[in-house]
Antibody, heavy 121, light 107 residues
Framework: EDHLVQSGGGLVQPGGSLRLSCTGS????????MAWVRQAPGKGLEWISY????????YYSDSVKGRFTVSRDRAHNSVYLQLSSLRDEDTATYYC??????????????WGQGTLVTVSS | EIVMTQSPATLSVSPGERATLSCRAS??????LAWYQQKPGQAPRLLIY???TRTIGIPPTYSASGSGTEFTFTISSLESEDLATYYC?????????FGQGTKVEIK
């Protein structure tokens, strides 16, 4: 069964940086687009980033544009989300998810287990 | 940005009864809609794509319909394992946007 395994969350001060990782387990990430979605505590889902299978199409939500950077590494079967200039409102559980439905990815399945990022002084 | 509005925010249904959830788009999205289930403490799980197609392994107790701006998700006979929040998501345009969710409770 295909899984996505995430790592890299934690506590960071406002203005700080963090890198989140998402690794495919049981399948090769390469042919798939990938997305990042976050969920603030007690809130709903917010799509924040997308990277195509070839990295030639990358999108960000307005809320993270210019601060977050998505990338992928075929050798490590992974995608990454670099979080910079973090703000209190970035506190959330961050999920990676595999895109489906052609190029660009339309719906997301499966999802990683999520990793909590807490921005606090 | 396409705004997705779900109703009701919370739905309380007795076991064995039908649960009907709604999702409305601020502009036409054709059939470019997915539904996800998120159980407490878990990651979301895809249930439906293309407005009405169940993904692999999803039982027919879950169904969905709609097009344009109005969509419906139905659980035909509620069981305790259906306790979750359900989200719709449009993929007509960027940014991809989700509804705020409908929490299904067991009465």
């Amino acid at each position: 069964e295909d899984h996505l395994v995430q790592s890299g969350g934690g506590l960071v001060q406002p203005g700080g940086s963090l890198r989140l990782s998402c690794t495919g387990s049981g399948f090769i990430l390469g042919p798939y687009s990938m997305a990042w979605v976050r969920q603030a505590p007690g809130k709903g889902l917010e799509w924040i980033s997308y990277i195509s299978s070839t990295s030639d199409s990358i999108y960000y939500s307005d809320s993270v544009k210019g601060r977050f950077t998505v990338s992928r590494d075929r050798a490590h079967n992974s995608v990454y989300l670099q979080l910079s200039s973090l703000r209190d409102e970035d506190t959330a559980t961050y999920y990676c998810a595999r895109g489906h439905g052609g190029n660009p990815g339309r719906w997301f399945d499966p999802w990683g287990q999520g990793t909590l990022v807490t921005v606090s002084s | 940005e396409i705004v997705m509005t779900q109703s009701p925010a919370t739905l309380s249904v007795s076991p064995g009864e039908r649960a009907t959830l709604s999702c409305r788009a601020s502009q036409s999205i054709g059939r470019n809609l997915a539904w996800y289930q998120q159980k407490p403490g878990q990651a979301p799980r895809l249930l439906i794509y293309s407005a009405s197609t169940r993904t692999i392994g999803i039982p027919p107790t879950y169904s969905a319909s709609g097009s344009g701006t109005e969509f419906t998700f139905t659980i035909s006979s509620l069981e305790s394992e259906d306790l979750a929040t359900y989200y719709c998501q449009q993929y007509e345009n960027w940014p991809r946007t989700f509804g705020q969710g409908t929490k299904v409770e067991i009465k």
